[in-house]
T-cell receptor, first 111, second 112 residues
Framework: DAEITQSPRHKITETGRQVTLACHQT?????MFWYRQDLGHGLRLIHY???????NKGEVSDGYSVSRSNTEDLPLTLESAASSQTSVYFC??????????FGSGTRLTVV | DQQVKQNSPSLSVQEGRISILNCDYT??????FLWYKKYPAEGPTFLISISSIKDKNEDGRFTVFLNKSAKHLSLHIVPSQPGDSAVYFCAARLGSARQLTFGSGTQLTVLP
């Protein structure tokens, strides 16, 4: 069965370190998205991609970057982790339109 | 400024009664609206959607109503069941964009 997987499920890192969160989907979807979930803010869009080599900034992109070298993967990199980036991160994909499929999330703690 | 707002962080209802979750939006260019349901430690899952050209969409126990003049939509769950206890997110799409804007979520608790 097709799926979307995120790794790791949990991560603790220190302030200032570079961190990469993985997202891998086997749906062959062109569109991929990264959101963060914070209490009181819901899901906020960080970055998104409409296809290979395409990346776009979302609402809260500062301090994050993505790259899309193939259809299946959209890794999210925190260049220099900050405590404000402690959050739960969700990756999603869609074939087009609005049919998002979400991963199970990565809980990141920056200490 | 949040374009999609869910003003009730939490809602409790008795099993068997109706649950009504509300969502307001500010951008009249949104053309498609969705509700997602999220259990703890899981990703959100799609529940029901509605196009801006409609005012109601029904799927089993779930009905979404859209009032464009008020820029308001609501999700009705009848009858509510304990398994419906989850966080519900309202989301909206802007025209041809493929990304969604989400609200802050409402925690629904259905009491047995």
């Amino acid at each position: 069965d097709a799926e979307i997987t995120q790794s790791p499920r949990h991560k603790i890192t220190e302030t200032g370190r570079q961190v990469t969160l993985a997202c891998h989907q086997t749906w062959n979807h062109n569109n991929m998205f990264w959101y963060r979930q914070d209490l009181g803010h819901g899901l906020r869009l960080i970055h998104y991609s409409y296809g290979v080599h395409d990346t776009n900034k979302g609402e809260v992109s500062d301090g994050y970057s993505v790259s899309r070298s193939n259809t299946e993967d959209l890794p999210l990199t925190l260049e220099s982790a900050a405590s404000s980036q402690t959050s739960v991160y969700f990756c999603a994909s869609s074939p087009g339109g609005v049919g998002y499929t979400f991963g199970s999330g990565t809980r990141l703690t920056v200490v | 400024d949040q374009q999609v707002k869910q003003n009730s962080p939490s809602l409790s209802v008795q099993e068997g009664r109706i649950s009504i979750l509300n969502c307001d939006y500010t951008n009249s260019m949104f053309d498609y609206f969705l509700w997602y349901k999220k259990y703890p430690a899981e990703g959100p899952t799609f529940l029901i959607s509605i196009s801006s050209i409609k005012d109601k969409n029904e799927d089993g126990r779930f009905t979404v109503f859209l009032n464009k003049s008020a820029k308001h939509l609501s999700l009705h769950i009848v009858p509510s069941q304990p398994g419906d206890s989850a966080v519900y997110f309202c989301a909206a799409r802007l025209g041809s964009a493929r990304q969604l804007t989400f609200g802050s979520g409402t925690q629904l608790t259905v009491l047995p």
